[in-house]
């Protein structure tokens, strides 16, 4: 069993900065790919981005490309979730999750993770 705990959300202005971490505990996450969602109300969780946890390799998603970046700190065991420039349609609860399967191109797709954090609720004023 993995357990993810995101953290650093909050309220922010409009252009401002935010950044998020998933804590991960339990089983090693060596091989696993990790993938920051978000949900709006009303509409579904979209993938924000991702990142292999042994090589690094990252994806971002068109929605906030250019305005984040995702990295990992092995010694913390923990993922982050950096997002400058911030718009208040980014306002969502933000998940990170771990897909035991690793890097590809499934990792787009949120059924393809086992497991999953409680989410961070990001607000952002106009």
């Known amino acids: 069993q993995v357990q993810l705990v995101e953290s650093g959300g909050g309220l922010v202005q409009a252009g401002g900065s935010l950044r998020l971490s998933c804590a991960a505990s339990?089983?090693?996450?060596?091989?696993?790919?990790m993938g920051w969602f978000r949900q709006a109300p009303g509409k579904e969780r979209e993938l924000v981005g991702g990142?292999?946890?042994?090589?690094?390799?990252?994806y971002y998603a068109d929605s906030m490309k250019g305005r984040i970046t995702i990295s990992r700190e092995h010694a913390k065991n923990t993922v982050y979730l950096q997002m400058n420039s911030l718009r208040p349609e980014d306002a969502a609860v933000y998940y990170c999750?771990?897909?035991?399967?690793?890097?590809?191109?499934?990792?787009?797709?949120?059924?393809?993770?086992?497991?999953w954090g409680q989410g961070t609720q990001v607000t952002v004023s106009s």
């Open positions: 999750a771990a897909d035991s399967r690793g890097w590809g191109a499934h990792i787009i797709k949120p059924d393809e993770y086992d497991y």
């Open positions: 339990g089983r090693t996450l060596s091989t696993h790919a």
């Open positions: 990142i292999s946890w042994s090589s690094g390799n990252t």
